[in-house]
């Protein structure tokens, strides 16, 4: 019943930027913990950033912090993830996720804690 629409992936040259949006419908939005994973063929899905219900908490890896940025506009049922400084190595299926019930700090990192999944946008990052 509660879907995940990522959206805003396409090619980009090193060093641009996109930005991805993921839409949820079927629940309240407004009171899940969202994060974005991302995924390599043959590899596993790892964690790249999350936001806690209210916007005001925010968890990255240490490489993603000053290129990365994740926001919400809970008016608009919308999770964003700003990417700049975009490295080939950041290739990959993103994918949006939501939690309805509360995710401990320790925790925001940890796909298993995660009730709802999108289908993944690809984000390729080539010269």
């Known amino acids: 019943q509660v879907r995940l629409v990522e959206s805003g992936g396409g090619s980009v040259q090193p060093g641009g930027s996109l930005r991805l949006s993921c839409v949820v419908s079927g629940g309240t939005f407004s009171t899940y913990t969202m994060a974005w994973f991302r995924q390599t063929p043959g590899k596993e899905r790892v964690f790249v950033a999350a936001?806690?219900?209210?916007?005001?908490?925010?968890y990255s890896t240490d490489s993603m912090k000053g290129r990365f940025t994740i926001s919400r506009d809970n008016a608009k049922n919308t999770m964003y993830l700003q990417m700049n400084s975009l490295k080939p190595e950041d290739t990959a299926v993103y994918y949006c996720?939501?939690?309805?019930?509360?995710?401990?700090?320790?925790?925001?990192?940890?796909?298993?804690?995660?009730?709802?999944w999108g289908q993944g946008t690809q984000v390729t990052v080539s010269a």
């Open positions: 996720a939501a939690e309805h019930h509360f995710v401990a700090a320790t925790l925001y990192n940890d796909s298993v804690q995660y009730d709802y």
């Open positions: 936001i806690n219900w209210g916007g005001d908490s925010t």
